[in-house]
């Protein structure tokens, strides 16, 4: 199982990012997929999850109304479009798929949104 962050950079204040992430090794459709973020010194907090048909989308609330996650099972890839960044969504964002007990993280992409 890999999975493989991108997107990431440098953004003033209300911009936009969107960061992919690029999953392979395992039955991509079959698995839900999540987005977390940590800033150095705290811990990895949960930013959003899509179920594995897309049809059920969850978000932590400082990003509702901001982000929105996606997922192309065509391209095993899943999309976190991130509107409206606040210097406080300054983070490394890592994706994440858990396979029965093992949860595979994939290298995070470094968000910095500047004021």
């Known amino acids: 199982v890999q999975l493989q962050a991108s997107g990431g950079g440098l953004v003033q204040a209300g911009g936009s990012l969107r960061l992919s992430c690029a999953a392979s090794?395992?039955?991509?459709?079959?698995?839900?997929m999540g987005w977390f973020r940590q800033v150095p010194g705290k811990e990895r907090e949960f930013v959003a999850l899509?179920?594995?048909?897309?049809?059920?989308?969850y978000y932590t609330d400082s990003v509702k109304g901001r982000f929105t996650l996606s997922r192309g099972n065509a391209r095993n890839t899943v999309y976190l479009q991130m509107n409206s960044l606040k210097p406080e969504d300054t983070a490394v964002y890592y994706c994440?798929?858990?396979?029965?007990?093992?949860?595979?993280w994939g290298k995070g992409t470094l968000v910095t949104v500047s004021s």
């Open positions: 994440n798929v858990r396979i029965r007990t093992t949860v595979t």
């Open positions: 090794g395992f039955t991509f459709s079959s698995y839900g």
């Open positions: 899509i179920s594995w048909s897309g049809g059920s989308i």
